[in-house]
């Protein structure tokens, strides 16, 4: 049996008797239509645990000439498209797991050659005349006897730059590997390659220059097929008794434009499967990854961080990124790493970077523990506390816990209501489980500093608005949320509402809250 050379559709067969099936199969009309084209070389750049092996296996499962794939592909959205059956099955078709031969070696110079060897042996149990051992003349004469030309499918294509991150010597090697049997070769019909990282910039040139890139930063025509859409979600929530805004809170959020919804497709089937909300991130990549990059700190790292966490999106650079991992100059080249990795999302019509969903937060919170950011931690730790006063009116356990909670970092001094805010919305982490959190949301005559709206099964559970003075009054707090009508952010909503008011005394040094209670049981008069 070939694994390397013409590959049959045993894996593609795995997924597709799955129990949780999303077809993702139109990609495929995209990929036809640059096959043998200037633009057939293809870089897809996905976190981990987002499908790349399973778009892999079924892009082998398609195009390989070593298996007869309609059977499988006849019920699947690509069989409508009028290329479907021209390209179906129709190429020799090579097909590489690189961390499979890394993991086999562990260096470069093995990994090359064995990737060399494998697919000299596997042409020759099917061609025994061509005993050629130089992979470029081998391919040429296979093309020109059979007449088809190449695909080649390359997964976890990264895995030098991800493993070896220090050889630069290795990984130049590695880029020259594919360079010599990928680019300007008329025997490639389509080259698709796919691991995390974009390709591996030297200098301000990349030996792979001819690959188009599709990556988180910019997904353009693969955006529909990263993740799973919002449709698919709520068509998954519908038929498995899941609750979608559960489903959307802990993994969604890796949108790229405003209409645009991602979400991570390993944790919802986790989630259908389990029948459980958690978090499914940790059982792929350890914290560990992430606290290793918050612990650099670089200028200004720390405090984006703290910013993140409160809810709010930082504004980065994305161009000067190495594309490896452990070039790194600034801050901006750290996030935007982080970006690739999945631990955060990015904005491509802002530039700017948040943390996606409730399942990632939890890893910066986690990782922020780890890294000893006691201040930030301090914040976090009175959030259960905090919340269970704030739901029973107890004002004056809610001012003495964020008195606990001060915090005071290099660039966020405790001198400002945006200073205060950022405590607020750090110390209400746990509101996260239950409510919807909006920071700033437009409201009657204003914006109101904080809106929670109870969320999918947590009706039982008060809205709240909290409105932030510094310097001034709570019950002043309380006055500007009934006097500019912020409740009418909330229309439509029925239930309790709790209106908030907080303030930061520059006298005594302490805060104090007001807490009133407003009865809403048909649609918000207060």
Known sequence: MSYCFNPNNELFATTLNSIIYIDKSMQLAFLNSVIQTQQKYICVCR????????????????????????????????????????????????????????????????????????ICSEIEEHYPQYTEQRLIKLFREIHKSSGKPFVFIIDEWDCVFRVLQSDKTGQKKYLDFLRLILKDKEYVALAYITGILP??????????????????????????????????????????NMVYEEMSAWYDGYHYTDSASVYNPNSVVMAILSSCYNNYWNMSESYEALKVYIEMNFYGLKDSIIQLLAGDK??????????????????????????????LGYDTNTSEVFIPNKEITDEFITAVRGAGWNEV???????????????????????????????????????????????????????????????????????????????GNHIDKP????????????????????????????????????????????????????????????????
Request: aromatic content about 12%; some cysteine; hydrophobic content about 40%.
């Open 47 to 118: 976190p981990r645990r987002f499908g790349k092996s399973i778009t892999a296996s079924m892009l082998a499962a398609y195009y390989s000439i070593g298996c007869d794939s309609s059977g499988m592909f006849n019920g699947l959205k690509i069989s409508e498209d009028p290329e479907y059956a021209k390209h179906l099955n129709q190429y020799n078709l090579i097909y590489l797991n690189m961390q499979d031969f890394l993991s086999e070696t562990n260096n470069v110079d093995g990994m090359i050659d064995l990737v060399t060897n494998d």
């Open 377 to 455: 931690y301090d914040a976090l730790k009175i959030s259960n506390e905090l919340l269970q006063a704030t739901w029973s009116g107890d004002a004056k356990v809610v001012a003495g816990l964020f008195d606990s909670a001060h915090m005071d970092t290099s660039i966020f001094s405790y001198n400002s209501e945006n200073a205060l805010s950022y405590v607020v919305s750090l110390a209400y982490y746990s509101a996260r489980e239950f409510y919807t959190v909006t920071r700033e949301m437009p409201a009657g005559y204003g914006y109101a500093d904080l809106v929670f709206l109870p969320r």
């Open 463 to 526: 809205a709240m608005i909290i409105e932030l003075k510094w310097g001034q009054s709570a019950t002043g707090s309380i006055n500007q949320i009934i006097g500019k009508k912020y409740v009418r952010a909330l229309s439509g909503y029925k239930g309790n509402l709790l209106l908030v008011g907080i303030n930061y005394s520059k006298k005594t040094k302490c805060h104090e809250c007001v807490i009133k209670t407003v009865s809403c049981d048909h649609g918000l008069r207060a």
């Open 314 to 343: 930082v504004k980065i650079s994305v161009t000067g990124y190495s594309n490896d991992m452990v070039t790194f100059s600034s801050s901006d080249d750290i996030m935007t790493l982080l970006i690739h990795l999945g631990y």
């Open 199 to 240: 390709i591996r910039k030297f200098g301000i040139h990349s030996e792979l220059n001819m690959f188009n890139e599709f990556t988180m930063t910019g997904p353009r025509q693969m955006a529909p097929y990263v993740g799973f859409t919002q449709e698919e979600v709520e068509v998954l929530c519908k038929n498995n």
